[in-house]
């Protein structure tokens, strides 16, 4: 089984940076996309950027391609996501996720099983 576990949330200004990180443990090679998904007070959960183990293709969500960015380091299974220029739209609950299927051009919920606790987000002045 895998295990994720997100750190890195916190409060910070609007047009501020924040990086997030996942941390997996268990069985890493069977899991060949994480991502990250969000989701504020009163919205389903939102895809917001994944990245293949394999070779680092991405994806990006549109509300947040240019000021996101997703990365990999495989020796220490951890993935990243840099947040900057942030908004009062990115608030909320960002949650590390892992699947068998990548796409370029979209992020499935669904196709995601296993999901860290989550790590809260707040842009506010």
């Known amino acids: 089984q895998l295990q994720l576990v997100e750190s890195g949330g916190g409060l910070v200004q609007p047009g501020g940076s924040l990086r997030l990180s996942c941390a997996a443990s268990g069985f890493t090679s069977h899991y060949h996309a994480i991502g990250w998904f969000r989701q504020a007070p009163g919205k389903e959960h939102e895809g917001v950027s994944c990245?293949?183990?394999?070779?680092?293709?991405?994806y990006y969500g549109d509300s947040v391609k240019g000021r996101f960015t997703i990365s990999r380091d495989n020796s220490k299974n951890t993935v990243y996501l840099q947040m900057n220029s942030l908004k009062s739209e990115d608030t909320g609950v960002y949650y590390c996720?892992?699947?068998?299927?990548?796409?370029?051009?979209?992020?499935?919920?669904?196709?995601?099983?296993?999901w860290g606790q989550g790590t809260q987000v707040t842009v506010s002045s």
């Open positions: 990245i293949r183990s394999s070779d680092g293709q991405t």
């Open positions: 996720a892992a699947g068998r299927i990548f796409y370029y051009n979209q992020m499935i919920r669904t196709d995601f099983t296993s």
